[in-house]
């Protein structure tokens, strides 16, 4: 389905610079040769991942052997290597305990001398010493020939190579920029066109969500949207995804976000929320909810204001000073929609 994030999009736009550079990098490896090794680096959700997996899957067509691994999910090098035995051979790897320069001939055997392309996805969740052990596995192996693609958000993990492999390894970067508000608009409507029936997103929706990516910064929150929007439209009976969808979608996705901070409130603090978020009017004093609180709860004035000191520094809440009458007032600014807050708290309890 074209709105899920592991949806391999066959046309990738505007990423022809990345693409071109990642492939002449590579090709030597259609000669036999080793190719230089290759850091992809950028912002989440600029395309890295993809653009990866495309080249790769070209590469594959021209039968190179190639292996893409997630980084996060290995937690040591000979679960890095078991995995590029497995993809290389199709087997599952022998079993643990082999020494990992076992591991190591079984898969320059499998290579019959072929260079072997490796993409360490998210590279910089390796630990310390898995990290390198398995890049100097990798680039100093005497028995195969290897092209790494590392890829990676930032180049902390540069910093954490030993001075010897630090030395010796040069990646060619290869960066991937954020997408500007026209690019990340022609992304998304390629989804449409191909997710929706026509004439389903009213364009008031579509500009909607475009505005919301271009706030965050991610293609991926612009994919969610999209699904969610279109299942709350569905919901309701509509063929139409309308600028109500979209907001119904954020607004669910901002109770999932929030449920981490309510979790974090005892049952006094949240009781102050509710209050905060249920009152009508617009200019709420904190002397307001206190005379509040006092009749429903009980509460001393000093643990009041631990409360609300709380909620701001949580950014439930603002405080911000005015005046009212003769004295000093602190007023309370809600920083939410308040029927995003009571939704949360009502799920929480
Ligand atoms: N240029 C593009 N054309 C079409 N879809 C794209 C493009 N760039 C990103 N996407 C989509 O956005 C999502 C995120 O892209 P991707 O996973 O490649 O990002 P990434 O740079 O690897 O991010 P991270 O650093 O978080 O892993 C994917 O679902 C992908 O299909
Ligand atoms: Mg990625």
Not at 132 to 154: C, P, Q, Y
Not at 172 to 192: G, S
Not at 323 to 331: C, L, M
Request: glycine share 6%.
């Amino acid at each position: 389905m074209v709105f899920d994030l592991d949806y391999l999009p066959p046309d990738i736009l505007h990423r022809e610079l990345q693409i071109a550079d990642l492939a002449a990098c590579l090709r030597p490896v259609l000669r036999d040769v080793a190719p230089g090794h290759v850091l992809c680096i950028g912002p989440p959700s600029t395309g890295k991942t993809t653009v990866v997996r495309y080249v790769l899957e070209k590469l594959e067509e021209h039968g190179v052997a190639t292996a893409y691994l997630r980084c996060p999910v290995l937690r040591t090098s000979y679960n890095v290597f078991a995995k590029i035995f497995e993809m290389l051979s199709g087997k599952v790897p022998p079993q643990k305990g082999v020494p990992l320069f076992k591991l190591l001939d079984e898969i320059a055997e499998l290579l019959e001398d072929e260079v072997l392309v490796v993409a360490l996805d998210d590279i910089n969740f390796l630990p310390d010493s898995v990290l390198n052990e398995v890049l100097m596995a990798l680039v100093k192996s005497a028995e195969f020939k290897v092209g790494v693609i590392a890829i990676a958000t930032s180049k902390g993990f540069v910093a954490r190579l030993d001075a010897y492999l630090g030395s010796i390894v040069h990646f060619h970067e290869i960066v991937f920029p954020l997408y500007t508000r026209k690019e990340v608009e022609e992304i998304l409507r390629w989804r449409v066109e191909h997710g929706f029936y026509p004439g389903v997103m009213t364009k008031e929706a579509f500009e909607a969500i475009v505005d919301l990516v271009v706030r965050n910064g991610d293609i991926r929150y612009g994919l969610y949207l999209l699904r969610r929007a279109g299942l709350i439209a569905e919901r309701r009976g509509s063929r139409r995804i309308e600028i109500e969808d979209v907001e119904r979608a954020r607004e669910g996705e901002e109770v999932v976000a929030l449920a981490k901070s309510i979790a974090a409130l005892n049952s006094d603090e949240r009781e102050a929320l509710k209050i905060i978020y249920s009152l009508d009017e617009e200019n709420i004093t904190t002397g307001d909810i206190y005379a509040i609180m006092r009749a429903e709860v009980g509460l001393y004035y000093e643990r009041f204001y631990e409360i609300i000191g709380k909620l701001e520094r949580l950014r439930f809440i603002d405080l911000v000073f005015g005046r009212r009458g003769r004295g000093r007032t602190r007023y309370v600014v809600r920083r939410y929609e308040p029927k995003i807050i009571l939704e949360a708290i009502r799920n929480y309890g």
